[in-house]
């Protein structure tokens, strides 16, 4: 008895590195996927933070001046600094109007009277803004007892393959939505790649009888669609990417952006496909934009550019 403890002991001394090692890693990846690491999350915190203070700003200036201020412009607002900043704002239109209101409440420099005046004009505002519909939550019994003897094998069997995987995923995609910010400051193969893609695109729509109004926008900063078509059913925008990674959110948040500013359908034509992400941010945006639509074709030919464009210009009518 005391010679096996003493041999479990000395296996455990010369062993405690690899079993060190091994907790390390399945720690590194648990706590990698559920949670954000502290200076990531405080660089989140202070770009929302700048960004709800400039919506407020520009916002409030302009109820403060008596300006009729639309829905839709404080939703344009919003959708600049998601844009500009790279964040999802936390933030509705109506928390933003409500931020405001607090403001000019406790503004004493202001007038009783026009503070007054602001917050009636916001609670406006706020009565017309649709309220969706509540879901109904339903709750189920369980038998926590039960429960809490089947967690543990449950857990111990499955967190370290779930862990794995999942945080490989998250990763790669992570990576891309970094990688994207720097594509358009690329040099050499890569704007020959996206030149070649360009042209094959500008093949495709005069093989389909495009009527093409704008050719290209100049210069690779500039604001604006790859291209404007004109048909009779009404006119709608191209835009092209030569993505050798999948197309990620901040790319088809610029794209919805181009969109909604052109008040045209569009289609994103790329050589690669979209992340998960970017797959819910174009369903989210297509769900509340019928007359708008964002739409999405992944073409590396020719032929499967224009089998694409085709068959969205068919579904939509145009």
């Avoid at 409440?105 to 017309?128: G, H, T």
């Avoid at 309220?131 to 926590?144: A, C, H, L």
Wanted: hydrophobic content about 40%; aromatic content about 12%; charged content about 25%.
């Amino acid at each position: 008895m005391v010679e096996g403890i003493k041999k479990g002991w000395r296996w455990a001394l010369g062993n405690f590195w690899n079993v060190f090692s091994i907790v390390g890693v399945i720690a590194t990846f648990y706590f990698g996927l559920f949670y954000i690491p502290d200076y990531a999350r405080e660089n989140l915190y202070s770009r929302s933070a700048l960004a709800q203070e400039e919506i407020i700003h520009e916002v409030g200036e302009r109820l403060f001046a008596g300006e009729a201020i639309p829905i839709k412009d404080i939703e344009f607002a919003i959708e600049q600094k998601e844009i500009f900043y790279k964040i999802d704002f936390p933030y509705s239109t109506k928390q933003i109007l409500l931020l405001i209101s607090n403001d000019f409440s406790k503004n004493n420099y202001i007038p009783l009277a026009k503070r007054n005046e602001v917050k009636s004009e916001i609670n406006k505002i706020i009565d017309e803004i649709k309220r969706p519909p509540v879901k109904g939550v339903k709750w189920f019994d369980f038998n926590y007892f039960q429960l809490m003897l089947i967690v543990p094998f449950l857990v111990s069997g499955i967190i370290g393959l779930f862990s794995i995987v999942q945080k490989n995923k998250k990763d790669s995609e992570i990576e891309i939505e970094l990688d994207e910010e720097n594509i358009p400051f690329e040099e050499g193969t890569v704007r020959y790649r996206e030149h070649e893609y360009f042209l094959m695109v500008e093949d495709a729509l005069k093989e389909l009888g495009l009527e093409i109004s704008k050719p290209s926008k100049v210069g690779s900063q500039s604001f604006g669609p790859d291209f404007e078509i004109t048909s009779q059913n009404g006119g709608f925008v191209i835009e092209t990417k030569a993505y050798r990674q999948k197309v990620g959110v901040n790319t088809i948040r610029s794209f919805i952006y181009i969109v909604r500013q052109m008040d045209k359908p569009g289609i994103l034509v790329s050589t690669s496909t979209l992340t998960v992400r970017a797959k819910q941010l174009l369903q989210q945006y297509n769900e509340k934009n019928e007359k708008m639509k964002a739409y999405f074709v992944f073409g590396v030919t020719k032929s499967d550019i224009k089998a694409g464009i085709k068959s969205k210009l068919d579904s939509c009518g145009l």
